[in-house]
């Protein structure tokens, strides 16, 4: 993105990392095999939330014999309650057991970065060989025309502590667009939908994963404490937010107070 199109300040964060924002996540070796998703990575995933009331499927018509020939009408959740449910469950078809709800759910393929994986096995207990792989995701929303300069800069500022502004790339790789991590959009992705993003890496003549610098990385699980604040984070994260946040603070309230 070019800078007279931000509303951000230019190279802000990235002067207040040791390196950059960004890094390239490089494979091992010399036979450039794809490294596997890793901490603080960018990828491309549906991100799945819902309006203030939610939708579900109730039955319509049910035919027990045939499933798939049911029919299904939409009601408000709350409308669509237990005591409402027909008494044919499971459905074979949705792959519902009995206690199972069918809700509708928007979604939205967006950037995301990975804050930590988790395997589970809780379906089938035991069998190492199909766990369930997901991965903790925090999404990043671009910024639209309805969100004036004053409201980015109170995120690039770290005034709220749901949101963590995310820079576009600027000569290294990096988001297309300036943007905004929602610590309320948080969520577990299976593995298996999430997609790698990649930028073109001039020095390799190739595109290339990419991801959070370590220093970006522990300034969002930094920001992430100031909206959980229960969570416990090693000290040395701690204070590197502490200073960081500090930094860009004071950066801001500098450059404001320069304007005419």
Request: proline share 7%; net charge negative; aromatic share 12%.
């Amino acid at each position: 993105m070019s800078s007279n199109r931000l509303k951000g300040i230019e190279g802000l964060y990235e002067c207040c990392c040791t390196d950059s924002f960004y890094r390239w996540v490089l494979p091992s070796g010399t036979t450039f095999t794809p490294p596997p998703i890793e901490e603080g990575q960018i990828c491309q995933a549906p991100v799945w939330y819902n309006d203030a009331e939610a939708l579900t499927l109730v039955e319509d018509n049910f035919n027990p014999w045939e499933e798939e020939k049911s029919t299904w009408r939409l009601t408000n959740f709350s409308a669509g309650n237990s005591k409402k449910r027909l008494f044919h469950r499971p459905y074979k078809t949705f792959n519902l057991e009995s206690d199972d709800d069918l809700v509708v759910v928007k979604c939205k393929v967006r950037p995301v970065v990975t804050i930590k994986k988790a395997s589970s096995d809780w379906r089938v207990p035991g069998n190492i060989e199909n766990l369930h792989e997901t991965w903790l995701c925090l999404p990043i929303f671009r910024y639209k025309d309805r969100h004036t300069q004053q409201y980015v800069i109170h995120d690039q500022r770290l005034d709220r502590p749901h949101h963590f502004y995310f820079p576009p790339g600027a000569t290294g790789p990096g988001l297309n667009e300036e943007g905004a991590a929602k610590f309320t959009e948080m969520q577990f992705i299976p593995e298996r939908n999430l997609t790698v993003s990649k930028c073109y890496c001039t020095q390799r003549s190739m595109s290339l994963p990419y991801g959070l610098a370590e220093d970006a990385f522990h300034a969002v699980l930094g920001h992430i404490t100031l909206f959980f604040t229960k969570i416990e984070i090693d000290h040395s994260t701690k204070k590197w937010y502490e200073d960081f946040s500090s930094i860009v603070r004071e950066e801001i309230d500098r450059m404001l107070s320069s304007k005419p």
